[in-house]
């Protein structure tokens, strides 16, 4: 508060008083408000803590992040399509092995022959690879296996031994006869060529010639094995004489059947045969 003088009056009184206190005159006169100005400086920019030098490195390594991020993205994406062309295949390997099974059956006959039992050959199959369904192809040619067995005295059954089994075109019969061969006494030709084989030195002669009348009609030939077992591969399919003969003891076992021979496999379980002996008198 400040001390003004009254107009009026000349009485010392206070600026703020309404009227002189003295002569009671209005005091019109009202101090003007100073604001105070005040001038805020601009602050002083703070120097960055980060060295210049890291700014660089920085700025490479977010692209190469960015990069590789956008590389497995990428990846990602072709799994996915890769695992739907994989779904979209095995759909169709599905609808293809279903459209396979429901097609009929077909039975082919067997080897038909009086001593003979056939096995069907195995089917064929359906392999499945990644998008495709290739059937394997069917065989064109048969493999005969024979198993063949004598009956001995005592009512055992053994295998046969190192034994030569033919595929002929030609019955035994017919191949002698055309080939002009007269049995042996009392014997009829085939029984005659039985005959010889269990003594080819006493009947030298019809030996040879029986086996050179032979050998113009086999088609395939095998021999067995300790267990009794042989096998004549690609054979072609059709009809065939099979015929085998072998010593035992004193006297001979024969086999003489019609096979009929398919593409795959033909099993031949021969019949024991009996053993045949050989007559004491016989050529005496």
């Not at 805020?40 to 977010?62: H, Q, R």
């Not at 590389?71 to 399509?81: E, F, Q, V």
């Not at 595929?167 to 002009?180: T, V």
Request: net charge negative; with cysteine; proline share 7%.
């Amino acid at each position: 508060m400040s001390l003004i003088y009254c107009p009026e009056c000349g009485h010392e009184i206070s600026n703020e008083a309404v009227a002189c206190p003295n002569c009671g005159r209005p005091n019109t006169v009202r101090p003007v408000a100073v604001k105070p100005r005040v001038i805020i400086a601009d602050p002083k920019p703070e120097e960055s803590t980060i060295p210049k030098w890291v700014i660089f490195p920085a700025v490479i390594f977010g692209a190469l992040f960015l990069f590789l991020l956008f590389y497995i993205i990428s990846g990602r994406d072709d799994t996915a399509n890769s695992n739907l062309a994989l779904r979209v295949n095995s759909s169709s390997e599905r609808r293809t092995s279903r459209s396979t099974d429901e097609r009929p059956s077909t039975s082919s006959s067997g080897i038909s022959t009086t001593d003979t039992q056939y096995v069907p050959p195995s089917e064929s199959r359906t392999v499945s690879v990644p998008g495709s369904s290739v059937a394997a192809p069917q065989p064109t040619v048969g493999t005969v296996h024979i198993d063949a067995k004598v009956a001995t005295r005592t009512g055992t059954q053994q295998p046969v031994k190192n034994a030569k089994f033919y595929l002929l075109d030609k019955d035994i019969e017919s191949i002698l006869g055309d080939a002009g061969l007269e049995p042996i006494d009392g014997q009829t030709l085939v029984s005659s060529l039985g005959i010889s084989i269990a003594d080819p030195a006493k009947y030298a002669d019809f030996y040879r010639d029986a086996i050179r009348a032979l050998k113009e009609h086999i088609k395939y030939a095998g021999s067995t094995d300790g267990q009794g077992k042989a096998q004549l591969g690609s054979v072609k399919p059709e009809s065939y004489y099979l015929f085998g003969a072998v010593r035992s003891g004193n006297g001979f076992a024969m086999w003489n059947s019609t096979v009929s021979v398919i593409a795959g496999d033909n099993q031949v379980d021969l019949a024991p045969q009996s053993v045949t002996e050989m007559p004491n008198t016989l050529g005496e």
